[in-house]
């Protein structure tokens, strides 16, 4: 198997892939209230597309996927898509969910072979839930959380985006929730993607740590995954607690990944404007799309709360 390489020399062995642009959630941070426009199911790329988009990057070299959208669970025979990338050979296939539709899907999505999956979850409190993703879907979540362990998608990760002032006073709730369940709690940077970005609500991951480590002991902790999250535990800990600080520490020298948007293009960063039409092309084309994605990787992303002139929401790129 090859190794593909960007003009910088990373290697570059991840996918995520946003299957929808759809969402059953509409996160303040991700998507304005009134959510985005949704693309057209013409534009849309079929399952069978991807297909063949994964096939021919795991000949160059992709090795792991991650399953995203918007929400994925939302598009229709989800499982069966999960089935057939199952068949093509990759070493690690995920998901970033909101879980709301979790518990009616986890058994399933686990026979057909996906490995793990990371959740997403700013809040214990049911109230606060409905505040953040105007939506009143806690129970939801936490019966798909459930329902996640159970099958044994594992590792759990829940990923939460810590506001000052909206969620910050759960972040001990959080730790606590680590030291009784397994689970790993991903503490995540708020980013200016979307919805209202406002730079006041910021925290970043070293303000975050310093206060859990005012109270509790973090001892270093490893986790399985294909990001930058950094992990601790607390002593006779069940799960683990990660940070990721896209923002204040960013760690674009070791990035590994592309992101493949619904609508069919190649987004080489999260952040950048850049993007590399690949829907309704052959096999070469393909190859040639991957090398120009990588080849427009830039050194590093350009995100700031100032200069805001992003092309998409979080949720039309999946995170
Ligand atoms: N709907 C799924 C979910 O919420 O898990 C997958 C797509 S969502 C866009 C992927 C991840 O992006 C989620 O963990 C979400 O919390 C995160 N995210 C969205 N907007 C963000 C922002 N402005 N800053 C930081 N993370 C953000
Ligand atoms: Fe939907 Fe995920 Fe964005 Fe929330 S973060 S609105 S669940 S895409």
Redesign the pocket.
């Known amino acids: 198997m090859q190794n593909l390489n960007d003009r910088l020399g990373r290697e570059i062995d991840y996918l995520r892939i946003s299957i929808t642009d759809r969402?059953n959630l509409r996160?303040r941070?991700?998507m304005p209230a009134e959510g985005v426009e949704n693309k057209n199911h013409q534009d849309i790329l079929s399952y069978e597309d991807i297909l063949k988009i994964v096939k021919t990057g795991i000949e160059l070299g992709i090795k792991k996927v991650r399953i995203?959208?918007?929400?994925?669970l939302v598009r229709l025979g989800v499982e069966d898509f999960v089935s057939k990338l199952n068949k093509l050979g990759l070493e690690d296939i995920s998901m970033?969910?909101?879980a709301v539709l979790l518990a009616e899907k986890a058994k399933k999505l686990k026979e057909a072979g996906l490995q793990r999956i990371?959740?997403?979850l700013d809040t214990l409190d049911p109230q606060k839930f409905k505040e953040i993703s105007r939506r009143d879907n806690l129970a939801k979540v936490l019966k798909g959380i459930r329902a996640a362990l159970r099958v044994g998608l594992e590792p759990v990760k829940l990923?939460v985006?810590v506001m000052k002032g909206i969620n910050d006073d759960e972040i001990f709730d959080f730790v606590e929730l680590s030291r009784r369940e397994k689970l790993s709690i991903r503490f995540?940077e708020?980013?200016p993607?979307?919805?209202e970005?406002e730079a006041e609500k910021f925290i970043s991951s070293s303000e975050i740590k310093h206060l859990i480590q005012a109270s509790f002991e973090l001892l270093p902790a490893v986790s399985t995954g294909n990001g930058p999250a950094t992990y601790f535990k607390l002593q006779g800990a069940e799960g683990t607690i990660g940070f990721i600080s896209a923002m204040s520490e960013h760690f674009c020298s070791s990035c590994n990944r592309l992101r493949l948007t619904a609508d069919g293009k190649f987004k080489p960063c999260l952040a950048g404007n850049q993007e590399i039409k690949i829907s309704g092309m052959n096999k070469k084309e393909i190859e040639a799309a991957y090398k120009k994605a990588l080849d427009l990787k830039p050194v590093c992303h350009n995100l700031n709360f100032e200069n805001q002139k992003y092309s998409r929401n979080?949720?039309q790129i999946?995170?």
């Open positions: 969402c996160c941070y991700c995203t959208g918007g929400e994925p970033t969910s909101n990371n959740i997403s990923n985006v995540i708020y980013m993607l979307g919805g970005a979080m949720s999946g995170g």
